[in-house]
């Protein structure tokens, strides 16, 4: 199995919407930052190359909504979805799955784009889409929480076109790659386990976005059920060293990754590289 990061985005987001209650004389320890209260993330999307499958995890923003609305994700960085897969040696349409954590915009918005016609395309025309059937409810059905992270036309066309498959249980969908679910920060939040010959790694999505999220109680206030956030990461975590999971970060503008210890302080992490 070759993992082989791409990355779409870099932006910036309020730390008080990626840290919630924690003060910003605790997370200015991980984040040098003026006084907007800005800090980096990035969009770190996956290819996995198995014997026989090309695996995409995520997709980042793609390019359908308007210029006020890119404005205020205040993006730096940007490449098409397309031009990072073909920077990384592949072709798009030889891409055989593509796996959402979840459907807010900046994990799926690029999976569909639009073409300069000003109709949709299909970035991975020959991809299965995998994402839990929970999260495509809530996506259909949003709460007032997350209505304004979800846009039908990210992922309509793609069940139109019979390309959506949906999830509903924690299985192993491809071959060398199983799916944790989690609902704190989303219902049916779905997390690739990719079991490698070195070490299981958890592409961590919005469960533990990044290193300095490995701490049970820094959870995100747009995490829609927190206490349960927190729950769900200390049971986590304990396994991850137990059974040596390490993380892939997909917002640490910093960190691609981290081996997860427990010390005297809690669970931290310890950066690594996934190659």
Not at 59 to 65: A, E, L, S, V, Y
Not at 224 to 234: D, G, N, R, S
Not at 264 to 269: N, S, V, Y
Request: with cysteine.
């Amino acid at each position: 199995m070759k993992i082989i990061q791409i990355i779409t985005e870099a932006w910036k987001i309020d730390a008080g919407v990626a840290f919630g209650v924690i003060p910003r004389s605790i997370w200015s320890r991980f984040y040098d930052v003026g006084e907007d209260n800005l800090i980096p993330l990035t969009n770190r999307c996956l290819l996995v190359e198995t014997s026989n499958r090309l695996v995409l995890i995520e997709t980042g923003f793609g390019n359908k909504r308007d210029e006020k609305y890119y404005q205020y994700k205040y993006i730096s960085e940007r490449t098409s979805l397309a031009h990072a897969i073909q920077n990384a040696g592949y072709k798009t349409d030889s891409v055989t799955d593509v796996i959402f954590t979840h459907l807010h915009d900046d994990h799926c918005g690029g999976a569909v784009i639009r073409a300069q016609s000003g109709e949709s395309e299909i970035v991975c025309p020959n991809a299965k889409h995998w994402v839990s059937k929970k999260q495509w409810e809530s996506a259909m059905n949003p709460n007032k929480r997350e209505a304004a992270a979800y846009f039908a036309e990210n992922i309509l066309p793609l069940h139109e076109n019979e390309l959506m498959c949906f999830v509903e249980k924690e299985e192993e969908i491809i071959p060398g790659i199983s799916v944790l679910l989690r609902d704190g920060h989303t219902a049916g939040q779905m997390l690739p386990l990719l079991h490698t010959p070195s070490r299981k790694w958890l592409y961590a999505s919005d469960f533990i976005p990044s290193i300095s999220h490995i701490s049970p109680v820094w959870v995100a206030s747009v995490d829609v059920m927190p206490i349960l956030a927190l729950e769900e990461k200390e049971i986590f975590l304990q396994k991850a060293i137990e059974e040596n999971i390490g993380l892939i970060f997909e917002h640490d503008y910093c960190n691609e990754a981290a081996t997860v210890v427990k010390s005297i302080k809690g669970f931290e992490g310890v950066p690594t590289s996934i190659r």
